[in-house]
DNA sequence: ATTTCATTTGCAACTTTGTTGCATTTATAA
DNA sequence: TTATAAATGCAACAAAGTTGCAAATGAAAT
């Protein structure tokens, strides 16, 4: 039988291993976004950091998962809603960061705005992350 | 005599040192954003490592620079345009980041514009990057 | 100009984070 | 069940960031 998570693998023609498996179920499972060290956290250091770094590296890569800008240096990522396009995916959705749980979540339902820019510059994507106190912690 | 950068430097109550000047000099001289990596660079690695990380902290807490979404996992500095207050400053100015030239710049005649939140956030600041070919590349 | 004193710097040692090559293991398809 | 291409874990490394402390320096007062 296919669980959720192997349909997703399958789908991205990925093998179906155990720390894929583990690691994509995370994202599945959770609501905001994670960054490596939560993943280590959360599978119980069961494995390796390399093997980790090469399974987001690929998730990345088939469009799994995207990467939120943050103004540390930390790397968050977050599963993409549907299937976004191997390589370039659309990810015009806003982010939001809570400073209450310091939580990154995507919010689906919200495009971001175009801006006008100044002349000759060619917009090929747009990032919007907005920081305050979400749903839960007010 | 006192040059620009020593100007700022002692109107944030920092001590001139020839650190804190050189720093802040590459940030006046540079249009674009920097990351401690180009500093050392530029600086000719005069500099300790950690002299320039606690330089660039201390200029972020008296508003001096402000940090820039990053994707990946590295921190990109740029200039205050003017005297932000102390702590919490309004930079609320859209960046553009170049694929070609991997310039990073502050458009600061493009003011970020609102979203509608769904119910229940509260948002205290925005950030928006928008990706491209900027002016001088195209 | 000289002295004083708090601040800043550089060094050393360290922790954390990320990378690479390679042998072993595992998933998939024949 | 077996063959084989892919994925994993290990080891060794490289890079990035942190901390404590002694020495050097800037600013203010004499």
Redesign the interface.
């Known amino acids: 039988m296919s669980t959720p998570v192997d349909i997703i693998l399958k789908r991205n023609q990925l093998s179906i291993t155990d720390s894929r498996k583990k690691i994509l179920e995370l994202f599945v499972n959770n609501s905001g976004a994670l960054e490596h060290a939560d993943i280590e956290k959360k599978t119980g250091e069961k494995f390796d950091r390399v093997t980790v770094y090469r399974t987001l590296q690929s998730f990345l890569e088939k469009g799994i998962i995207h990467?939120?800008?943050?103004?540390?240096?930390?790397?968050r990522y977050a599963l993409c809603k549907d299937d976004c396009k191997e390589g370039h995916h659309h990810d015009n959705h806003?982010h939001?960061l809570c400073?209450e749980c310091h939580t990154t979540m995507c919010?689906e339902?919200?495009t971001?705005?175009e801006?006008?820019?100044?002349?000759?510059?060619?917009?090929?994507?747009?990032?919007?992350?907005?920081?305050?106190?979400?749903?839960e912690c007010?």
Do not use: H, W
């Open positions: 990467t939120i800008p943050t103004s540390d240096n930390s790397v806003v939001f400073n919010l339902d919200v971001i705005p801006v006008k820019l100044p002349v000759g510059f060619q917009p090929a994507e747009y990032q919007m992350v907005v920081s305050g106190t979400c749903k007010r």
